[in-house]
């Protein structure tokens, strides 16, 4: 194999597909890239088995062939290769390295035989439809936050994603939890995703998808059956395991009946919250919302180290309560709002809160208070 | 006082001491005889602990009239027909558990035999035998114990509460219900929902499934199977792969010809077969069954037949050390855990040093560690290692001076501080040690160690002083357990309660945790209350869940927490000592390591033969 490829190129390409491999592998060949040079076209190919990823870039291709070498190196390599360099790969017919060239500079890297490289076998998909790159970014963004971290719950390591009727719409619709928090957004079904199965997509797989839609304006197909997904982005596909769990029912936790509202000036309170928490201890992190006529006080006490209140102007009319919540998670809600008034319903300091935009059904978030 | 002949009533009393402990003995005395009677399905139902009432209803073969009113004399048994004590295959053959029970509370038998017109019964009350009557009951026996112990006050005041009891019983029929998959066994009470463990397949699948049903399914899930013969010894079982694990060793459960025994020889055995694999402080769980020729063992060591002396117990546990190592092996596969023994020996830490504070020293001689016999010992704990790698690696680019921070230390602007029990600090060396002289000595404080004590204390104190700030779920998480650990759990309540964790009982075999230390983040529930409950099991604290919060507080930035590695200023490392001798309990880390060494000038003398 012979490969002449743009520097520009090859590094833009390596660093999606390089991502994917883990920085330690027990399997050897999943450290490794897979390249396969055919005609005018060069494939780029990794997988740490539960997710790949595969690129195709223009290349001159002289004679055809594929390999796999190790993957951060070969990124690495070519990241500090001067701009505007061709780049030639060639492989030995007999001995199993590649030779890289580019200027003066030349680099022999061990390969591994490419028939050993693991295949993420897709299988059919059931499901395909596509979707504005924009929309699936919001999709992912606004939910990701919320996503639990806590491996022995895996099945809330992902983002559900499933129909759900809103009135008369079905609508697609995203929701992350970590049994803290829960962030729930939805747009209308596209067209060819009725009838597919609720999915649960892994933390790693939206973040790789969120990374790589580069273009909001773009479309991008997405294919799914009850095992895998796979989204076709530009010139990457990725294809990844799905988390095979039951994401738990998170409708009976949100709180639609939450009558007391507050409405409150949405940077405002972002930047009050951020302020007093100032002198909130790392452990606890609570903030004590205390709720008037027109007014909420926020304030924060540590006995270590002092305390802190602001005072701001709110509409809300309902009975005076008191409830506390942990700063950080109010700064990570309010960073998702969208609009200018932020929305608050409330029921009682041991009760689920809903936030939400003013007049912006498409996103909601619950938030379970702190007793302090 | 003349010699003379005890009356048969106090001898059945004495005897009683010894077979029947608590209510716990006489369900196990009651099961056994029902399961030598080959019954099928056994039923237990006790109230009060088994204190006020303990029944238990089979469907064996009953007695005759005759048979019945022999049954509650003592050393009367249908079990040793030639009165060979060599080859016992029943779980009974002393025919003392019935008459025990009769002479200290009042026992009632009602039993149906195949060759009798009808049913009869018989009562003890206190030793005092009634005559057998007609009685009706279609088939088996049907035995019945009201007022354990109301004949021997004293006794019952060695009793404790209800629920302990309880417990205990619950324990026995765990043990009865792994030795026999095939039997259904229902356990019910007053004081709890009722247990049934249904009649499980014969083999090793009924086996499994009855140990899943016990051990939980997870077990189920992780146990590797054992199965290996020698000679005429065979041992069986299934065993937890490394990574599922408890914090002690009430997890394993020993068999011997069908008999629930307890022996240390498991323990040691389990210990060696999972020393690869396993830190000391973690316990797999495991059940393992012993077949052998009954005269190689003899299971009449005591009265309650809860121990055995094997013939050769080396050659027992050589081979379930061999038959786990199999086991482990083909498991290794399943599981994620690797790792050597060297690894783990070498995080082990060093052998505890004598408690400075204490007087004791360094020295051969005083029981303490004897530096003379074992040179290579120190460098083995883990900060030497790691301090000493990085040093090696680094070696090339330094200046080849001392590793000590030799900038002096005010050495004489405060003399008096040698005075101090820690005394002043001269050097830090490694980034890692305060070196410090005392009038008499020297002193080697861990940094990391110390430091962290001492937040921990300051950490302890705040929170006696605030509670800790509760994050509420939105999801509680129902986390299943044991009854006996739930029961521990929920007992202790109000306690995790003002460290955070607030749980309440969930149905029979579960737990909701409702809301978690918010300081804790997204925690492991499940792996919480495990550790909780087997801690509790143990010791009467919620140390495992003090120690997260520790952990946490340990590693908070805020507290600007000093790690090993930090180069400390003189004025740091006094600020430390004299902290340290301010704080109680200072001397020992929160794994229970020493924070610091002290070495007397006399102990240094010896180390040069100068004394
Ligand atoms: N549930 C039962 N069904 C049938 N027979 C029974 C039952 N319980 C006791 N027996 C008979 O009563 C006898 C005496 O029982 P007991 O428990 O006192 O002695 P053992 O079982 O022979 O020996 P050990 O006391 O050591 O257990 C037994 O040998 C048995 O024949
Ligand atoms: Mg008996």
């Avoid at chain 1, 039951?246 to 309170?269: C, M, Q, S, W």
């Avoid at chain 2, 694990?245 to 459960?253: E, F, K, P, V």
């Avoid at chain 2, 022996?263 to 797999?284: I, S, W």
């Avoid at chain 2, 003189?570 to 794994?591: D, F, I, V």
């Amino acid at each position: 194999m012979k490969v002449t490829v743009e520097r520009a190129e090859l590094l833009k390409s390596l660093g999606h597909v390089h991502r994917v491999v883990e920085r330690r592998n027990t399997i050897p060949i999943l450290a490794n890239v897979l390249i396969r040079g055919d005609r005018s076209k060069l494939e780029l190919k990794a997988t740490d088995l539960d997710l790949e990823v595969v690129e195709t870039i223009a290349a001159d291709v002289a004679p055809g062939g594929s390999t796999t070498v190790p993957a951060h190196m070969l990124y690495e390599i070519v990241r500090k290769l001067p701009e505007g360099a061709q780049i030639v790969l060639e492989g030995s017919g007999d001995r199993a390295v590649l030779t890289i060239r580019a200027g003066r500079s030349r680099f022999t890297l061990q390969t591994l035989p490419d028939s050993d490289f693991p295949d993420l076998a897709a299988g059919d998909m059931t499901h395909k439809f596509t979707l504005a790159a924009a929309d699936l970014k919001r999709l992912i963004e606004k939910t990701q936050f919320a996503i639990s971290t806590e491996e022995t719950r895996y099945y809330l390591n992902g983002i559900y994603l499933h129909i759900a009727a809103s009135g008369n719409t079905a609508m697609l619709r995203a929701v992350a939890t970590d049994g803290h928090r829960l962030a729930q957004v939805e747009l209308p079904l596209p067209a060819g995703a009725e009838g597919m199965p609720g999915i649960i997509v892994p933390r790693k797989t939206v973040g790789e998808v969120q990374r790589l839609i580069e273009d909001a304006d773009a479309e991008v197909a997405v294919e799914l059956s009850q095992g895998k997904i796979r989204f076709a982005i530009g010139a990457v596909t990725l294809t990844s395991k799905l988390i095979d769990g039951t994401f738990p029912d998170y409708a009976r936790v949100i709180p639609l009946g939450n009558d007391k509202e507050l409405v409150v000036d949405k940077a405002e309170f972002e930047a009050a919250v951020d302020r007093v928490s100032t002198v909130s201890s790392e452990r606890g992190r609570a903030v004590k919302l205390s709720l008037s006529a027109g007014r909420l006080v926020l304030s924060v006490t540590n006995p270590d180290s002092g305390s802190a209140t602001e005072e701001l102007e709110i509409e809300y009319d309902a009975d005076p309560l008191d409830i506390g919540f942990n700063s950080r998670y109010l700064l990570d809600i309010a960073g998702q709002l969208e609009g200018e008034a932020a929305v608050l319903k409330l029921a009682d300091p041991g009760s689920p809160t809903l936030i939400q935009d003013r007049g912006g059904a498409s996103a909601l978030y619950v938030l379970m208070p702190m007793r302090v | 006082m003349p010699v003379r002949q005890l009356t048969e009533a106090v001898v059945n009393r004495i005897a009683a001491g010894e077979v029947v402990e608590r209510p716990a003995s006489v369900v196990k005395e009651l099961v056994e005889n029902a399961l030598d009677a080959g019954a099928s399905r056994i039923e237990i139902l006790t109230d009060g602990g088994g204190r006020r009432l303990i029944r238990v209803t089979d469907d064996g073969a009953g007695m005759t009239r005759a048979d019945l009113d022999l049954a509650v004399e003592r050393h009367a048994t249908s079990k040793l027909a030639d009165d060979d004590l060599l080859t016992i295959r029943t779980l009974g053959f002393r025919g003392e558990a019935l008459p025990s029970i009769g002479a200290v509370a009042r026992l009632t038998i009602t039993t149906r035999h195949a060759d009798e017109p009808h049913a009869w019964t018989i009562s003890v009350d206190a030793g005092e035998k009634s005559r057998v009557k007609p009685a009706a009951l279609t088939r088996g026996t049907s035995v019945e114990v009201r007022d354990l112990f109301y004949a021997t006050p004293a006794r019952l005041k060695f009793l404790k509460s209800d629920r302990t009891e309880a417990e205990a019983v619950r324990d026995v029929m765990r043990r009865l219900a792994m030795a026999r998959p095939e039997i259904a066994f229902t356990l019910a009470g007053e004081e709890r929902m009722p247990v049934t463990w249904a009649a499980a397949l014969p083999g090793a699948p009924g086996r499994l499934a009855r140990l899943g049903d016990v051990l939980g399914s997870e077990f189920r899930a992780n146990a590797v199977e054992i199965d290996i013969e020698r000679d005429a010894l065979r041992i069986e079982g299934y065993a937890a792969l490394p990574t599922l694990t408890r914090a002690n060793s009430l997890g394993q459960y020993l068999f011997v010809n069908g008999r629930p025994v307890r022996d240390k020889l498991l323990a040691g055995a389990v210990r060696g077969a999972y020393a690869d694999y396993l830190p000391r402080d973690r316990h797999p769980l495991a059940a393992i069954f012993v077949t052998l020729d009954s005269r190689d063992v003899d299971v009449n060591v005591h009265p309650a037949k809860t121990e055995v002396r094997f013939r050769d117990a080396g050659l027992v546990r050589a081979v379930i050390v061999r038959a786990l190592q199999e086991a482990l092996l083909r498991g290794a596969r399943r599981s994620a855990t690797t790792g050597g023994s060297a690894t783990v020996s070498a995080l082990r830490p060093a052998p505890s040093l004598p408690s400075p504070a204490s007087g004791g020293g360094w020295g051969g001689g005083r029981g303490g560690w004897d530096w003379r016999s074992s040179p290579a010992r120190l460098p083995t704990s883990a900060a030497f290692a790691s301090a000493g790698l990085a040093e090696a690696a680094q070696s090339v680019f330094d200046t080849g001076g001392p590793q000590a921070d030799t900038r002096p230390v005010a050495a004489d602007s405060a003399p008096e501080l040698v005075d101090r029990p820690l005394g002043a600090a001269r050097a830090q060396l490694h980034d890692t040690y305060i070196v410090a002289q005392t009038r008499d000595g020297l002193v080697i404080v861990d940094q990391h160690a110390a430091h962290e004590r001492l937040v921990y204390e300051r950490l302890k104190a705040a929170l006696d002083r605030d509670g800790v700030a509760r994050q509420i779920l939105l999801i509680p998480e129902i986390v299943e357990l044991d009854e006996a650990d739930i029961e521990r759990l929920v007992a202790r309540a109000d306690a995790l309660a003002r460290y955070g964790l607030v749980i309440e009982p969930f149905g029979p075999g579960a737990v909701a945790v409702r809301e978690t230390p918010s300081m804790l983040g997204e925690i492991d529930a499940q792996r919480l209350m495990r550790d909780l409950a087997e801690h509790m099991a143990e010791w009467d604290d919620g140390l495992p869940l003090e120690r997260r919060l520790m952990h946490v507080a340990a590693t908070m930035a805020c507290y600007g927490s000093v790690r090993a590695g930090r180069r400390l200023k003189p004025e740091e490392m006094n600020a430390l000592l004299r902290e340290m001798e301010a704080t109680p309990n200072s001397g020992q880390c929160n794994h229970g390591r020493p924070t610091y060494v002290e070495l007397k000038l006399s102990d240094i003398e010896r180390l040069f033969g100068r004394r």
